[in-house]
């Protein structure tokens, strides 16, 4: 495989880079795979050993792949998540309104819960009234830090449980882009410490019995109160 001409737009290394993130995604390398050896992708790239070895170096970085020194690089867990990270630095924080965000999340994350009341299995269930419970017990403390975390591990467990690795994916990159903006206006959230239990509790009741519909309205619901409470 040559650097033709198709790619001379592209230095060597982000070539090579470029080819062999292709081929784990497509999983032509799978999780756990230990790639060729430097040598032997010198000469399916024809290229030096130079811009190998540098073209691995920024598949590390990415969380692609491990080296290990005297074994060879190998294939880590393939997560989503990590090719929707370009689009976070196009996001103008400046110009995203609280408005932007939680209508957004209204879509996605009632999605979300839809799937999670249809594709829900026990053991996740049993993750999410765990959290449920956690919740629960920062709002009987008025602990707004440990209700935050468990908010967010909730909403986490909600995207594994619906099982659809793009929703899951597109849930990371949402929820850092809610934690960067949400920053910025620092308030103590005592209407939304008075109903975040609750809000939870519906959104569990429904995944608990499988009921897709109510599921999905209420986490519409919850994501409406959030943005209000901001807005406030």
Do not use: W
């Not at 989503?80 to 879509?107: C, H, Q, S, W």
């Not at 819960?113 to 919740?135: D, F, H």
């Not at 103590?188 to 975040?196: F, H, I, S, V």
């Amino acid at each position: 495989m040559e650097y033709t001409a198709k790619r001379q737009q592209m230095s060597k290394c982000d070539f090579v880079a470029e080819e062999l993130k292709e081929k784990i995604i497509s999983g032509s390398y799978k999780s756990g795979d230990r790639l060729p050896s430097e040598s032997a992708l010198c000469e399916l790239f024809s290229v030096s050993r130079i811009t190998v070895r540098e073209a691995l170096k920024k598949l590390n970085m990415m969380g692609l792949v491990e080296i290990k020194q005297g074994k060879g690089t190998f294939v880590r867990s393939v997560d989503l998540g990590l090719f929707m990270k370009p689009l976070f630095p196009l996001v103008n924080f400046d110009e995203v309104d609280v408005d932007a965000i939680y209508t957004a999340r209204e879509y996605i994350e009632g999605g979300i819960a839809y799937l999670a009341a249809k594709n829900r299995t026990e053991n996740e269930l049993i993750v999410l009234r765990s959290l449920l419970q956690s919740i629960r017990t920062s709002f009987q403390d008025q602990d707004e830090p440990a209700l935050d975390v468990y908010d967010r591990a909730f909403h986490a467990q909600l995207a594994r449980a619906a099982h659809n690795p793009i929703l899951q994916a597109v849930y990371q990159t949402l929820n850092e882009i809610d934690i960067a903006c949400v920053k910025r206006f620092n308030k103590y959230l005592n209407t939304y410490l008075a109903t975040c239990y609750t809000e939870h509790l519906e959104i569990y009741a429904a995944v608990e019995q499988q009921d897709p519909e109510r599921a999905q309205a209420a986490m519409v619901a919850h994501a409406r109160t959030s943005r209000d409470v901001l807005n406030s």
